[in-house]
């Protein structure tokens, strides 16, 4: 564990370095975001903002994973390969995606189906990777309550997948709010470290905390009024890889717990897309995604955040808990 608040506070440090001369370079570039014209109002102002901020904590993250796994943690420790394998074609996925809604683009990204079937694409694989035996090997879960491993062979394959595909979509809703995504997933990764801690499972300790550390400092230019944006880049990449994470770890089934800001957020959309063509035209909702509700509601973004952040951090301590069920 020390080695693990050592690898947050070098990532906090490298992501602060870094961040600055990229936050330039994605201005200077022309890569700010295009807000869409059916937003609230009190967002038209991001317009202009950089965005793909996702790589002030994806590069960090990934130099200093891949380096600690080749040199010191040995052949067990390069399972974190798998993990950060995935974080980068999520992240490469997002960043086409924020390419096509640049300001100044005429589209706003890829269409929901080509998005679906690409990460749908990068998932399957990251799932036939788990369960292989000749990899990781992974078919098991933990259930709260239950002693022992339940194992369910090939059975892992699509729960992994649909576990990924839906993380990755979820934290990419979640992203709307300048500090949301960025507080919500430090927790995520901090609880799953301190579950991955309690399991003995060193590597995955130090990877989670070192996303961890990255993300705080992410939060430095993210905070409001954020200099530079997340964007899919940076979305993608967390959910698919805090998925991965659950399922290395075998307690997926603390996902929806340990990430319930990210299951309320979605589930708030199905449910007004739902309710409105069941009603023929009538709202649940003010607005979906849930923070937006909020909004309308009286709430400024910086309380939204921050509530929805105080509960996260709530629910991470509670899927801890269950962990040691």
Request: charged fraction near 10%; charge should be positive.
């Amino acid at each position: 564990m020390a080695t693990a608040l050592s690898m947050a506070a070098a990532a906090f440090v490298l992501t602060l370095g870094f961040g600055y001369p990229l936050v330039g370079l994605l201005r200077r570039a022309g890569l700010t975001k295009q807000v869409r014209a059916d937003e609230l109002p009190s967002h038209f102002g991001k317009t202009g903002t950089p965005t793909m901020g996702g790589l002030l904590f994806i590069g960090p993250v990934l130099v200093l994973t891949v380096v600690l796994a080749t040199t010191w943690l040995g052949d067990a420790g390069r399972s974190v390969l798998l993990p950060s394998a995935t974080m980068l074609l999520a992240a490469a996925l997002g960043a086409y995606d924020d390419r096509l809604s640049l300001v100044g683009s005429r589209g706003s990204g890829l269409s929901v189906r080509a998005k679906f079937g690409l990460l749908g694409a990068i998932s399957a694989a990251e799932a036939l990777a788990l369960w292989q035996p000749n990899l990781l090997g992974i078919d098991y879960v933990f259930v709260p309550g239950v002693a022992g491993r339940v194992h369910l062979s090939w059975l892992i394959i699509p729960i992994a997948w649909f576990a990924i595909v839906g993380c990755a979509h979820a934290v990419n809703l979640t992203d709307g709010l300048d500090g949301l995504a960025g507080h919500t997933a430090a927790v995520a990764f901090a609880a799953y470290g301190t579950i991955a801690w309690l399991q003995g499972q060193v590597y995955l300790v130090m990877f989670c905390f070192t996303i961890a550390g990255a993300l705080l400092a992410f939060l430095w230019f993210n905070a409001y009024p954020a200099q530079v944006i997340m964007g899919d880049t940076g979305a993608l990449a967390l959910g698919a890889t805090l998925a991965i994470v659950a399922l290395m770890l075998g307690q997926v089934l603390l996902l929806p717990i340990i990430g319930f800001i990210y299951v309320a957020v979605t589930v708030s959309v199905i449910a007004q897309v739902g309710y409105f063509r069941l009603s023929s035209g009538k709202r649940l909702l003010r607005r979906a995604p849930l923070h937006r509700h909020f909004e309308l509601m009286g709430w400024s973004q910086m309380q939204v955040a921050q509530r929805f952040w105080l509960i996260s951090m709530i629910t991470g301590l509670l899927g801890v808990a269950l962990a040691l069920a």
